[in-house]
């Protein structure tokens, strides 16, 4: 009825939904398919930034992200992600470190957080992560313990992602395990660096797309060094 409708009047028709456990469109998948446009409004409880991304675009690309602030006033674009996501970074903190990720078809470079502390009383160590994948911090610390020789076994390791976002990219990989390390060492490290780049099992640091972009964006914020594996030879 509603595409029918959009058809005869040549007008656009906004239908509003809610996402299931799994994911997904809840309700009937022919309503997804019906409709020429998906678009996914997402954004933590407790934090004023929004992410609006397209899910299914028949007409275009669906790698572009928009990001909002949430004010009194309502929704308001963020002008530069980069710069308000690292305004409350703590400089020359332990566990603080910004890495380069990717959201959409831009840059954006945010604080990866970290805290090493003792177990206490000998009990099983604790993994809590936040904004980034379980599984995938998990690895990284497995590495760290077993090539890197930093014993995490008897530790608590804490990892964030400041500011609501959520990570998946492998290139984030090596700034969570400097921020770890960083942390299990009490050694800050430089404000104005950058680190980002894959991790493989075998404690090897892979190169990752974009890698131009990335430093580019980071330059244009100040930052003077990076820790990044090579681009990739075409």
Not at 1 to 30: D, T, Y
Not at 51 to 64: C, S, Y
């Amino acid at each position: 009825v509603f595409a029918q409708m959009a058809k005869e009047w040549a007008i656009p028709v906004f239908l509003v939904g809610h996402v299931n456990k799994q994911g997904s469109l809840a309700g009937p998948k022919v309503l997804e398919h019906a409709v020429d446009v998906v678009l996914s409004f997402e954004g933590e409880e407790h934090t004023s930034l929004r992410m609006l991304r397209a899910v299914k675009n028949r007409f275009g690309a669906t790698h572009e992200v928009g990001l909002f602030e949430m004010r009194r006033e309502g929704l308001v674009p963020v002008s530069n992600p980069s710069e308000f996501l690292l305004a409350e970074r703590p400089k020359g903190s332990p566990g603080s470190v910004v890495t380069a990720s990717r959201e959409g078809s831009r840059p954006l470079l945010i604080e990866v957080q970290a805290l090493v502390s003792q177990t206490a009383f000998g009990g099983t160590p604790r993994r809590q992560v936040s904004g980034a994948d379980y599984n995938r911090v998990s690895i990284i610390l497995a590495v760290l313990e077993k090539r890197i020789g930093i014993p995490l076994q008897a530790m608590d390791v804490y990892v964030n992602i400041a500011g609501g976002i959520r990570v998946s990219e492998p290139a984030c990989d090596l700034g969570i395990a400097v921020a770890v390390a960083s942390s299990a060492r009490g050694d800050a490290l430089r404000s104005d660096t950058v680190v980002f780049g894959e991790i493989g099992l075998a404690g090897e640091l892979r190169s990752v797309a974009h890698t131009a972009e990335r430093l580019a964006e980071a330059a244009r914020l100040g930052f003077r060094k990076a820790v990044a594996p090579l681009p990739r030879k075409d």
